[in-house]
Every structure is written in structure tokens, then in C-alpha cells.
């Protein structure tokens, strides 16, 4: 029983880097224009609100889309480096709204003890 309870453990780890990895998928090759791509990050965003996952994955990935995107621009390739521009600008805009959520939901109660 114990060992199971470790196994569901480790693959509820992955299971907020799947959801990016399904988004990049999404946005990448399924869903292209503007407003899909509006929907599908805010389905996201949703999602971490309502499972209560770390907002910050969705920061660190936004970080990791503007290094993938200054590498692009370096090499050349203006068009992909701006397409993956977008995509870090909607990550940080999810990964926000999830921490301000986190936030309010953990909001300290209005008594101070001096």
C-alpha cells in the first residue's frame, strides 16, 4: 500500500509539466490562430487555478520560452523567435493570474498579533 501511495505520488509530480507540454503541443501544431491560442492558455490557467498547482511552473517556463527565443534570433529564424515570444508572454500572463490566485486563496486573516 505504501508503495503505491509513492508511485501515485511521483506521477502527480509530472502532472502540471505534462499540462505545458500538452499546451506547446496545442499551440504549436493543433491550434494557430490568435483566439485559439487565447483559449487554450486561459484553459490553462483554469486548470492551475482549480487543481491548485505552482503557478511558478508556468514562470519558469515563460523564462525558458524567452532564452528559446533569443537563441532563434540569434541564429537567424526572426518569424519561429516571435512566435515563441508570444507563447512566453502568455506563460508569465498564466503564470501570474495563478499566483495572484494562490495569493487570494492563502490571504492571511486580518488579525496581527503585536
Not at 33 to 58: A, E, N, P, Q, W
Not at 79 to 87: L, R
Not at 95 to 109: D, N, T
Request: charged share 15%; hydrophobic share 55%.
Amino acid at each position: 500500500m505504501r508503495s503505491f501511495r509513492k508511485k501515485l505520488q511521483s506521477v502527480s509530480f509530472f502532472v502540471p509539466y505534462l499540462f505545458v507540454v500538452l499546451v506547446v503541443v496545442l499551440v504549436r501544431f493543433v491550434f494557430t490562430s490568435d483566439l485559439h491560442v487565447f483559449l487554450v492558455f486561459m484553459g490553462l490557467t483554469v486548470t492551475y487555478i482549480v487543481l491548485k498547482f505552482d503557478g511558478r511552473i508556468l514562470v519558469g517556463m515563460a523564462l525558458v520560452c524567452l532564452v528559446l527565443a533569443a537563441i532563434n534570433l540569434a541564429v537567424g529564424n526572426d518569424a519561429y523567435a516571435n512566435q515563441v515570444a508570444i507563447y512566453a508572454y502568455w506563460f508569465l500572463v498564466s503564470g501570474v493570474i495563478c499566483l495572484l490566485a494562490e495569493y487570494l486563496r492563502e490571504k492571511p486573516s486580518e488579525k496581527s498579533e503585536d
